[in-house]
Each structure stands twice: as C-alpha cells, then as structure tokens.
C-alpha cells in the first residue's frame, strides 16, 4: 500500500478529481491548501513600490492511499490533470503505507483500502 502525496496548482483540482475518477479513483483522504516552495525559492513581487520576496506558493494538497495496482494509475492522473509543462505543475510524492483499518468492519490492508 502507498499513501500518494500530492502538491498541484489550485485551479487545477478540477481536473486532477476528473482524471483520478476515470480510472476509478474515487477515494481521497484530504485536499487542503497548502504554502510551500519549490525548486524557485519563491519570487520577488513590488508591494506598494518596495520590493518583496515571497517564499510561499498556494498550492492544493492531496492525499490519497493505493493498493500497488492503483498507484501508475494513481500518479498518472495526477499528472494527466496537473500537467501544463511550465514550472511550478506541482510535485508527487509516493510514501509506503504501513497499515490501514476500515472503522466499520475491522478490515485491515489491501481490502480496507479498497
Ligand atoms: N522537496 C520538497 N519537499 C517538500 N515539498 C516540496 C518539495 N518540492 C516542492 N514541494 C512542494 O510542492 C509544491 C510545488 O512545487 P513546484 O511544482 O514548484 O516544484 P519544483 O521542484 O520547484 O518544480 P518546478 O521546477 O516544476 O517548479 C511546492 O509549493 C511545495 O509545497
Ligand atoms: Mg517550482
């Protein structure tokens, strides 16, 4: 199991949803907002004529949890939805997943993940 971690441009939420529903990803754990920074170090902007550095980006934040089978899938659609090819597209990271339980059942692993 892996747990698929994802940094996208916010107005691209749309379609990163649509592509991971057409290859029958329908479960997310989070979106949120997220300030980060990437490769660029953030850039510099005039603010009431003084120049300011800004560190931080929005970005919207994924989790998602995948059986094996589901994670090129999983990385795919993300991609297939985030992908513009300017920088700042956004960034995946793919972390192993020790365990995960249904509540309602007590089912564990592969089948808890669904
Ligand atoms: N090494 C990292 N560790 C943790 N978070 C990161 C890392 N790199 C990027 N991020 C997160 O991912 C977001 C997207 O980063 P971004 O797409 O700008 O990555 P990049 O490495 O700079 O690639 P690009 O050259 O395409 O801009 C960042 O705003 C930050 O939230
Ligand atoms: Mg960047």
């Known amino acids: 199991m892996k747990l698929v ?4 441009q ?6 990163v949803k ?3 529903f057409d ?3 329908t479960k997310i754990s989070l979106i949120t907002n997220a300030l980060g920074c990437g490769s660029q170090k953030g850039f510099v902007e005039e603010y009431r004529g003084v120049s300011v550095e800004v560190n931080l980006r929005m970005k919207v934040r994924l989790e998602i949890a995948v059986n094996e089978d589901y994670l090129e899938k999983c990385v ?6 985030a992908h513009t090819g300017s920088p700042h597209d956004g960034k995946i990271f793919v972390v192993e997943l020790a365990e995960c339980i249904r509540i309602s059942s007590g089912e564990r692993g592969r089948l808890a993940v669904g």
């Open 76 to 81: 795919g659609a993300i991609i297939k939805g």
């Open 23 to 25: 290859v029958d990803i």
């Open 18 to 20: 649509q592509a991971l």
């Open 10 to 15: 916010p107005e691209k939420l749309a379609d």
């Open 5 to 8: 971690i994802a940094y996208i």
